[in-house]
């Protein structure tokens, strides 16, 4: 486990070192988008117990399944059934599931106990 730690951790500050070393060259620094136009998000109503939250994934992005999690406010989520993602060997996280495009995911809601708004 601590082995499975210090080799994430040693990937994490090998990609910041690259990263700021790409920073001090001209020309090498990575043109990310900000992520609110990497991940276009949008959700609407479909009715008093579900919410449809949809991600517009741009090219050359993805969204890791494993790290997407719902909230909304003053409803209460809950258990989000995500479609299937692609699987891809990340070299930073290994083999994980991921989305790529557009994402609709149906998040089913309640309202807290003793709320009536």
Do not use: N
Request: glycine content about 6%; proline content about 8%; hydrophobic content about 45%.
């Amino acid at each position: 486990m601590i082995e499975r730690a210090l080799a994430a951790l040693a990937a994490f500050a090998a990609l910041a070192f690259g990263t700021a070393i790409a920073a001090g060259l001209p020309g090498l620094a990575p043109k990310l988008l900000p992520p609110e136009q990497a991940f276009r998000f949008s959700a609407r109503v479909l009715d008093p117990a579900t919410i449809e939250a949809r991600f517009d994934v741009a090219d050359g992005y993805y969204l890791y399944r494993d790290k997407l999690h719902f909230t909304a406010e003053p409803v209460q989520v809950l258990s989000v059934d995500l479609p299937r993602g692609q699987r891809k060997h990340d070299e930073f996280f290994g083999d994980v599931e991921v989305y790529y495009g557009i994402l609709t995911a149906t998040v089913p809601v309640t309202r807290p106990a003793g709320r009536s708004e």
